[in-house]
T-cell receptor, first 114, second 113 residues
């Protein structure tokens, strides 16, 4: 199906474990983003990518790693999960840079770190 | 740093009422987005605007660049409009980077039948 998908939708893990959240889009959009959403905060940018093999840090990158070997995929890895990384994670994509184009959001992944 | 403030934080209204949600920001912007997040969690883009007014169905978004303020209006509100509405802005200081959106915390709207 066309669109932007995330997997898994729900994940429970333990402190110290490595976790990878997947994001896939079928539009061949150039830009992809990872956000986290927490109570009391607006969406906060973790990492973004302007094209394949080009990634950069956002507002809250510590503890996360990303890669973008293919235009359509943008996985987010928590190298050693901590309780503070319990959150809802949203992936998004757009053809143009923010402010020039709307962003399309995935359904979100709810991650709980015990 | 650009601050984005939304008001009210929570709003409960009766079906049919005219709804206004406000967004204020602190620095110059090149664009403002309104997003809708449904109770199930999905986020969709409603509007992107840099001046004036846009309308889509019962939704109207306006922006006043000089006053650094935008409003989202819903006419003839319906229970299916119940959602969190999020304002996001791109600062003019972001240059060509892709990291420029700053999000408000959202307005939680409930429309009662």
């Amino acid at each position: 199906d066309a669109g932007i998908t995330q997997s898994p939708r729900y994940k429970i893990t333990e402190t110290g474990r490595q976790v990878t959240l997947m994001c896939h889009q079928t539009w061949s959009h150039s830009y992809m983003f990872w956000y986290r959403q927490d109570l009391g905060h607006g969406l906060r940018l973790i990492y973004y990518s302007a094209a394949a093999d080009i990634t950069d840090k956002g507002e809250v990158p510590d503890g996360y790693v990303v890669s973008r070997s293919k235009t359509e995929n943008f996985p987010l890895t928590l190298e050693s999960a901590t309780r503070s990384q319990t959150s809802v994670y949203f992936c998004a994509s757009s053809e143009l840079a923010p402010g020039l184009d709307e962003q399309f959001f995935g359904p979100g992944t709810r991650l709980t770190v015990l | 740093k650009n601050e984005v403030e939304q008001s009210p934080q929570n709003l409960t209204a009766q079906e049919g009422e005219f709804i206004t949600i406000n967004c204020s920001y602190s620095v110059g912007i090149s664009a403002l987005h309104w997003l809708q997040q449904h109770p199930g969690g999905g986020i969709v883009s409603l509007f992107m605007l840099s001046s004036g007014k846009k309308k889509h169905g019962r939704l109207i978004a306006t922006i006043n660049i000089q006053e650094k303020h935008s409003s989202l209006h819903i006419t003839a509100s319906h229970p299916r409009d119940s959602a969190v509405y999020i304002c996001a802005v791109r600062s003019v200081y972001s240059g060509g980077g892709a990291d420029g959106l700053t999000f408000g915390k959202g307005t939680h709207l409930i429309i009662q039948p």
